[in-house]
Structures are given as structure tokens and as C-alpha cells.
């Protein structure tokens, strides 16, 4: 998953996957280095808290990121969910206000603080991410194991930890300037100081901490699921 205002979340495949599910599901096959695939899908990400960050300081209130975080702990877990992909929330006007009424439309309670509607958020999106990885596993055959989380959003490690029990997967999440650091060392391999991709990537691995998050209570997030994929059809 590369994880900033939006969320990419794929892997990376010898050749494009052509199929009536791989059109159903909406996934994309992007051409990426040595002729590989990535098949991705795009997913609401992190836009649903930048935004309502911004509304939220247009009104006086200057939460920084590490203080909606620590708000979200404390707010009341898996209350109510909503669809990150929802077209009410591309451009809303407010988007607190779209994310409290979509939840009463939807026959759910609607978030009451800042600090619920940041959690209504990150748990959305990482119950997303449990879809989409399913139909990941459909499309491939095979199971994931591992969910890496790449980009700015990989420091939030509120979401990496719901990510690894709504999935029930291990996380491992960085470096966060994956971008930058994936282009220079291809560039690296085209100049001839590296032999491969492969040598690339130890490279990589061995010069940059990754922070390793493990499923601790995975349970409540089965109904949750339940509820999730009756929410978004």
C-alpha cells in the first residue's frame, strides 16, 4: 500500500491480469520497472482526515496530526464505518459533515468529536484495505502474508495497527519516502552500480528502519467486515 491522500494498493505482477473480476473490481495493471505489472486499485486514503483537519482549522481548532490520532484512541472503537470510496466524499464542502451524514443516512450513529470522526476514518480504511486484499488474492491465487505500507501515511501507526487486525495480516510499515528512494536507486541500477532489482531492493531493506505491526485483537473486526460489506454493497 502506498499510503498518503490516496491509498494504491496492489502487488506486483510478471504481466497484466485481464479477467471479467480484475473489470468488476475496478483494478487497474500499471507497467512498473522490467516489465512487470502492478495490479492496483485506488482507494480513498488519507484525504478523509486531511480534510476534515482543514475544516476543523478554518473553524480555530489547529489539530496537528499526532493529537487527531491520539483523539481517535480514545474514541469509542468500531462504532460506525462509512465508505472511503463514496462520491460523497471527493469534494465535500465539509467534510465532517459528509462523514456525519452519510453514517445517519446509513442507519449508523453519527460521530460526535473530532476525535470519532477520525476514527470513523482510519477503521473505513482499513476495512477497505481487507477487501481489496481479498479480491487481490482472488485475482493472483494466492494469500498474502505480508501487507507493506510505503509513503507519508505509513507513519500513522494507529492505521497500520488496525490494518493488521482488520486484516489479519502482518504489517510492515516504510521507509516513508519510498518514492524518491525507489527512482534513485533505479537509476543506480541503470548506471551499472547495482546488478538488479533484486540487489536493489536488499539494498533498501538493509539501509532504511521498517516498523513490523502483528494482529492483536482481530475478532471484532469479523463483524465489523460484516457490517462494512453490507454498508458498501
Known amino acids: 500500500i502506498s499510503s498518503g491522500t490516496w491509498s494504491l494498493m496492489g ?16 483494478f487497474t495493471n500499471e507497467g512498473g520497472v522490467g516489465g512487470t505489472i502492478r495490479l492496483l486499485k485506488n482507494i480513498g486514503g488519507l484525504w478523509l482526515v486531511q480534510q476534515s483537519r482543514r475544516s476543523w ?7 496537528g496530526w499526532t493529537e487527531l490520532v491520539r483523539m481517535a484512541e480514545k474514541a469509542p472503537p468500531l462504532r460506525s464505518l462509512i465508505d472511503p ?7 465535500p464542502v465539509d467534510m465532517p459533515t459528509a462523514i456525519r451524514e452519510y453514517c445517519s443516512r446509513t442507519g449508523q450513529p453519527a460521530p460526535n468529536s473530532e476525535g470519532a470522526i477520525v476514527r470513523t476514518a482510519l477503521e473505513s480504511l482499513a476495512l477497505r484495505y481487507r477487501m481489496v486484499l481479498g479480491w487481490l488474492e482472488q485475482l493472483t491465487g494466492g494469500r498474502i502474508e505480508t501487507i507493506h505500507i510505503v509513503g507519508g501515511g505509513s507513519i500513522n501507526q494507529l492505521l497500520n495497527q488496525m490494518t493488521a487486525d482488520a486484516c489479519n495480516r502482518r504489517v510492515v510499515a516504510g521507509p516513508v519516502e519510498a518514492t524518491a528512494i525507489g527512482n534513485v536507486m533505479m537509476q543506480v541500477v541503470a548506471s551499472g552500480g547495482i546488478g538488479s532489482i533484486a540487489e536493489a531492493r536488499e539494498v533498501i531493506r538493509r539501509s532504511f528502519d521498517v516498523t513490523e505491526f502483528t494482529p492483536q485483537n482481530p475478532t471484532p473486526w469479523d463483524e465489523a467486515f460484516g457490517r462494512f460489506e453490507r454498508l458498501v454493497g
Open 11 to 26: 502487488v506486483e505482477t510478471p504481466g497484466p491480469v485481464i479477467n471479467d473480476q480484475c473489470r468488476q473490481y475496478n
Open 57 to 63: 482549522s478554518m473553524a480555530g481548532r489547529d489539530y
Open 85 to 91: 470510496d463514496h462520491a460523497d466524499f471527493v469534494a
